[in-house]
C-alpha cells in the first residue's frame, strides 16, 4: 500500500517511479528513505525540492523556474483536491458472501482495494500542500501551523469524525472507544496554535487512520473465528500477521510456524512499547541514533498541528 499511493504522487507530479517502496522498517515503525530517492530524483527539474517536501515538510524551498511541470501539477492537484476533494469511497458497501475465514479474508481485502484510490489522493494531496506551503516560507510568507478538517473541527468543539483518530496502527482501537479519547483538549503549549482554517496538510493522517478504523473490526472477526476453532490463543494475533501471509488466515488449520512467528512478532511489539523510539529524521546509522521517550505525546498527535 506505501509503494502504491507514493508511486502514485510521484507520477501525478511528473516525477520518475520508483520500482520499490523507497521505505525502512526501522524497531517496527515506517521511515521514508532518502539514499534510493536521492538517487532517482537526483538530476531531476525539480527533483530535489519534491524530494524536500517530503522529508523536511515543514522547512522552505521555491521550486525551480525550470521545474515548470511539477509546479503546473502541483497547482493544479492542489486546486482540484481542495475543491473538489479526494477519489470518495465506494457509497455502495462491498456484499459479504460469508461468515467464516475465507470470506471475511475476502471481503478485507476487496476493501482496501477499493479504498486505496481514496488514500492515494490523500498523499498526493498532503504532499502539493506542503510543496505549496514550502515555497510561501522561501517568499518570506509567514506559515503557522496545520491541522487536517476533523481535527480542526474537533479543537473548535465541533462535531467530528472521532474515527479519524488513534494510532496508524488497525491493532489499537480508535477515539470512538472512550478509553482512548483525550478527556479534554490538551492545551495550546502542548499540541500547538490553532489555526484559523483547515489545511490539506494534515488530512492524510486522518485519512488512514479512519482507513484502519474501517478495516479493524472485519480483522477482529477473523481473529474471533481462528480463536473458537483453536487455531490461535488470542483474537488479536492476527494483527501481529503481515500482509503478504495473509492467504493463511482462510485455511482451515494454521501451520504451526505460523502461530511462533505470530508469538514472535507480538512479543517483539509488546517489548518495543516499553521503550522509547526513534525520531522521526536519523542522519546516519540507525544503530547509532538517539532513542527518546515520546510515549506522553500520542494520546494527542491525532489533533497536534503540524507544520
Known sequence: ?????????????????????????????????????????????????????????G???AVGAGARRLTT???????????????????REEERAGSDRTALWTHFR???????PHLCDLVLWELCETLHRRQRREQGVSVGPSLGREAWRWRRGEHSVLSSFGPPDPLAPCWTDETVRPRSVPSVD?????PDLPSGRGVFREGYRRFLSELRPTLSEIGWLAKEEGQIDDPDDVFFLPF??????????????????????????EGLELEGEHAAEIDGSPAMAPIEDRSSLWASAPVRSVD
Open 59 to 61: 522547512g522552505a524551498g
Open 1 to 57: 500500500m506505501v509503494a502504491t499511493t507514493l508511486r502514485y504522487s510521484f507520477y501525478q507530479l511528473g516525477m520518475p517511479i520508483p520500482e520499490a517502496a523507497p521505505v525502512r522498517i526501522l524497531r517496527l515503525r515506517l521511515f521514508l528513505d532518502a539514499i534510493p530517492m536521492r538517487d532517482l530524483l537526483g538530476g531531476q527539474a525539480g527533483g530535489d525540492e519534491f524530494l524536500a517536501a517530503l522529508l523536511c515538510p
Open 73 to 91: 501539477a502541483m497547482t493544479m492537484h492542489r486546486m482540484r483536491l481542495r475543491f473538489l476533494g479526494p477519489k470518495r469511497h465506494p457509497q
Open 110 to 116: 476487496e476493501r482496501l482495494k477499493r479504498r486505496l
Open 190 to 194: 502542548e499540541i500547538g496554535p490553532m
Open 244 to 269: 503478504d501471509l495473509g492467504e493463511e488466515l482462510t485455511k482451515g488449520v494454521f501451520p504451526d510456524w505460523l502461530k511462533a512467528s505470530l508469538a514472535t512478532n507480538r512479543r517483539e511489539f
